[in-house]
């Protein structure tokens, strides 16, 4: 029946944004990913699939929402989770830190998806007063996965580029 709306869903291939200027930062670690969108009189459909466009078998999702004025979420890094943050609705900033290399990533579309592998500080700002943010995680929560503390994770940063 997804014919009848033409959904090119066999050829859609997962792509790089490269209007966005994170290329001095884009690596394996980090990258913008393109959702499939189709649009027809019914409304829209977002699609995401493993291997496709999330390249890490999903083990647990949340929703940030409701969020304060001025708060910020995250504020840590990760030993060995992958995440794909999307904003689904409204947008925020995501300030990303490979330990030697700032950026930050505006997200507000929903068919896009900020990639962030393993050893990258992230904080997530600027909320608009309506903005969902869903996080696709590729484990279970672990609190042995987390650098909680910014000294500790630059320290290690340091060590493995050595």
């Known amino acids: 029946m997804l014919s009848k709306y033409n959904l ?53 999702i949340y929703l940030v929402s409701d969020t304060v004025k001025g708060a910020a979420r995250g504020d840590h890094a990760n030993k060995t989770l992958q995440q794909v943050i999307i904003a689904i609705k409204g947008s925020f900033d995501v300030h990303l830190d490979d330990g030697s290399v700032k950026r930050i990533v505006h997200l507000d579309s929903s068919n896009v998806g900020l990639y962030i592998g393993s050893k990258i ?34 320290n290690d940063v340091n060590k493995s580029s050595k």
């Open 121 to 154: 500080w992230r904080r997530l700002t600027s909320f608009s007063n309506d903005a969902m943010c869903l996080v696709l995680a590729s484990s279970n929560y672990d609190n042995t996965d987390y650098y909680s503390d910014y000294d500790e994770f630059i």
């Open 8 to 60: 090119d869903y066999k050829n859609h291939k997962k792509r790089l944004i490269t209007s966005f200027n994170i290329k001095t930062m884009e690596s394996k670690n980090i990258k913008l990913i393109e959702f499939l969108r189709v649009r027809d009189d019914r409304g829209q459909l977002t699609i995401a699939e493993y291997n496709d466009h999330i390249p890490f078998e999903i083990r647990r």
